[in-house]
């Protein structure tokens, strides 16, 4: 896991000595780690600062680990969300699973099995590398599902009643949310989200305002 910049993971559990541990663990090999007792202080954290992979427990007090799924997964899709769960807890992994979860691995986490889903997973996917990631606005949204479709700027103007100006502001912002600097990364951010299936057609509905 050797990166020019170091990979950024959350890890939300409301046991300090797990934290502790888990913190100790991904630190040696290289990743920057900010431990959240409970799901909230997460969430909020996530709104101003980057993060590559978010790792959660499922039982915590308050709203628990498949709650703080289901909210990641609506605030900021493209960001793999790995899931501990108890031993043997299968139906839990695939609720899990079903939400959106990229993987799940089972308490007590053997170190080696850890680490290799963690460094899997930060390979497979980087999102927006920007401090400021929000969920689209229904505008930014309508245009994106407009720009998968092949539209340029002036025809969503003309589309949505809009100044072209108007549109290559909201295009910027969407852009900028989605972490993509050109529209063949932002293709396969939409492709995550499942807005898109990269083979040209954009997915039915999901994107309707």
Known sequence: MENKTLDRIFFVDDEPSVRLVVRKTLERVGVSVTCF???DDCL????STPCDLLITDVKMPGRDG????EAVKAKVPWL???VVTGFGDVPMAVKALKLGAADFIEKPLDREAFLKTVQSLLGQNHPPASGHDH?????ELR???LIL????N????LALHRSPRTVEVHRSHVMRKMGATNIVELLRRAAIMGLFDMDGASAPGRADA
């Open 37 to 39: 007792a409970g799901a």
């Open 44 to 47: 909020a954290c996530l709104e």
């Open 66 to 69: 498949i709650e703080l799924l």
């Open 80 to 82: 793999p969300v790995l």
């Open 135 to 139: 969920a689209l606005t229904k505008t």
């Open 143 to 145: 245009i994106l599902h």
């Open 149 to 152: 479709e092949g539209k340029n």
């Open 154 to 157: 002036r025809e969503i103007a």
